[in-house]
C-alpha cells in the first residue's frame, strides 16, 4: 500500500501556521475556568458577523445543527417542504428532517454542479404533483465545493413564491456573488467549521447567519433547550453550544480567512491550465469568486484516475459518492422535484477531489498534475 505524501488535505499545516496565537488562545481559555458559551464565543458571533457583513450571528455546536436551528427560527417544520440538492453531503438532508420538515429533492446542473434553477421553478409551479399535502415554504441552497449558487435569481424566486432562502454555506467561507459574501442573500445562512473548512475548528463547530434579529434571538433560545431565562424553556430546544475553546481558535484563524481563499484561487488557476485537456475542470460562473474548498474534477474513469493517484502517493476524495436520494436511508421515501436526478447521479460516478488547501506548494500541485497526465498518456483515462 502507498505511503500518501500529499494528502488532500493538511490540517497539521494549519496549525504549525499559527501556533503560537492557537497556544495563546487556549491558555487563555483555560485560564478564565468558563469553558461554554461565554466571552469567547460571543467575541467570535461578533467577529464573524463583522466579516461577514450580517447584523447576527449565533455560534452552535455544528453545521447540521446550523442547517437544523436555522430552519426552526424562520418557524419552518412539520408540514412544511423545503427544497435542496441530493449532490449534497447527506448533512443538508438530515438537517431539514431533524427540523421536522421535509426535503425536496432537486437535481444540479451539470457544469455548476448546484442547484438547476429551472427544475426548481418548475418543481415550485407543479409543486402539488410532488408533494400533495405538504407546504412550500423554503429552499436550502447548497454552495457546493464553494462555487456560490446563482443568488440574485434564487432571491428572486424564492420572493416571487414566497419562499425562505436559506444558504448551506458549510464549504463557501470566503465565497462571494458580486461584491457580497456567501452567507448574506437569505433568511439566514448556516456555516460549519468543521477542521476541513476554509474556517475550521480543531472540533465540530457551526454559526447562523440572520439579518433579521427576533429570528436570531429564537435561535439563541433554541440552542439550549430553549431557554430565554436560566433552566425555563420557552421552546422545545436543543443542546448545539459552541465552546469557548473552538471559539477562541476561529477567532485567531478568522483574520486569515481571505488570504487563504486568495492562495485557494491561485493554486486553482494553476491546476486550470496544468489539467486543461485531460479532466473537466471546475466552471466559476459569471459573477461568482470561488472559495476552492474542494477543487473538483470530472472524468467517466474517475475509479481508474484514484487508483493511479493513491499508487503516486497522492490523496484524494469523491465528494459524494452516493446521492442523497439512493442511500439506504432515504431511498424511495425522500420526494424528488420535477426532472428527476439523472445528473446527480452521473456526477456521483465521475466526480473526484484533488489536493486543495492553502498551504500545498506549487511543486506537489505540479506534481498531482504530472500524475494525471500520465495516466491519461498511459491509455488507462480512455478505458473503463
Known amino acids: 500500500m502507498s505511503e500518501i505524501s500529499i494528502p488532500i488535505v493538511d490540517l497539521a499545516a494549519s496549525y504549525r501556521r ?64 423545503v427544497f435542496t440538492v441530493s449532490h449534497t453531503a447527506v448533512a443538508s438532508v438530515a438537517a431539514i428532517e431533524l427540523a421536522g420538515a421535509t426535503p425536496v429533492l432537486v437535481d444540479v446542473d451539470a457544469s455548476t454542479r448546484n442547484m438547476d434553477l429551472n427544475k426548481l421553478a418548475e418543481s415550485v409551479r407543479r409543486f402539488p404533483r410532488i408533494a400533495n399535502g405538504l407546504r412550500p415554504k423554503a429552499v436550502l441552497a447548497v454552495h457546493l465545493y464553494g462555487h456560490s449558487c446563482d443568488l440574485p435569481a434564487l432571491q428572486r424566486l424564492c420572493r416571487e413564491n414566497g419562499l425562505e ?24 445562512a448556516a456555516f460549519s467549521f468543521y477542521p476541513t473548512k476554509n474556517l475550521g475548528a480543531f472540533g465540530d463547530a457551526g454559526a447562523v447567519a440572520f439579518p433579521d434579529p427576533a429570528a436570531a434571538m429564537r435561535c439563541r433560545a433554541l440552542r439550549e433547550y430553549g431557554w430565554t431565562s436560566r433552566y425555563v424553556s420557552e421552546y422545545r430546544g436543543i443542546n448545539s453550544r459552541l465552546d469557548e475553546f473552538q471559539a477562541a481558535i476561529l477567532g485567531v484563524k478568522l483574520p486569515h480567512v481571505d488570504a487563504e481563499v486568495a492562495v485557494r484561487q491561485a493554486l486553482a488557476h494553476r491546476y486550470d491550465k496544468g489539467l486543461a485537456g485531460l479532466v473537466e475542470t471546475p466552471v466559476v460562473s459569471p459573477g461568482t469568486s470561488h472559495g476552492y474548498h474542494l477543487y473538483v474534477v470530472r472524468t ?43 445528473v446527480s447521479e452521473a456526477l456521483a460516478r465521475e466526480v473526484l477531489s484533488l489536493p486543495m488547501h492553502p498551504f500545498l506548494s506549487a511543486r506537489d500541485l505540479d506534481r498531482v498534475v504530472g500524475a494525471v497526465r500520465n495516466w491519461l498518456e498511459s491509455g488507462r483515462g480512455r478505458e473503463a
Open 18 to 81: 499559527y501556533r503560537d496565537d492557537i497556544d495563546a488562545c487556549i491558555a487563555r481559555v483555560l485560564a478564565s475556568g468558563w469553558y461554554i458559551l461565554g466571552s469567547e464565543v460571543a467575541r467570535f458571533e461578533e467577529a464573524f458577523a463583522a466579516w461577514l457583513g450580517v447584523k447576527n450571528v449565533v455560534g452552535v455546536a455544528n453545521g447540521t445543527d446550523a442547517v437544523n436551528l436555522a430552519l426552526r427560527s424562520l418557524g419552518i417544520g412539520p408540514g412544511d417542504a
Open 165 to 188: 432562502l436559506i444558504e448551506d454555506c458549510a464549504q463557501a467561507h470566503g465565497t462571494r456573488f458580486g461584491n457580497a459574501r456567501a452567507g448574506t442573500f437569505g433568511s439566514a
Open 300 to 342: 467517466p474513469f474517475r475509479d481508474s484516475l484514484r487508483k493511479t493517484l493513491h499508487d503516486s502517493g497522492i490523496g484524494s476524495g469523491i465528494h459524494y459518492p452516493v446521492p442523497v436520494h439512493l442511500q439506504p436511508a432515504y431511498r424511495g421515501r425522500v420526494p424528488t422535484a420535477v426532472g428527476g436526478l439523472a
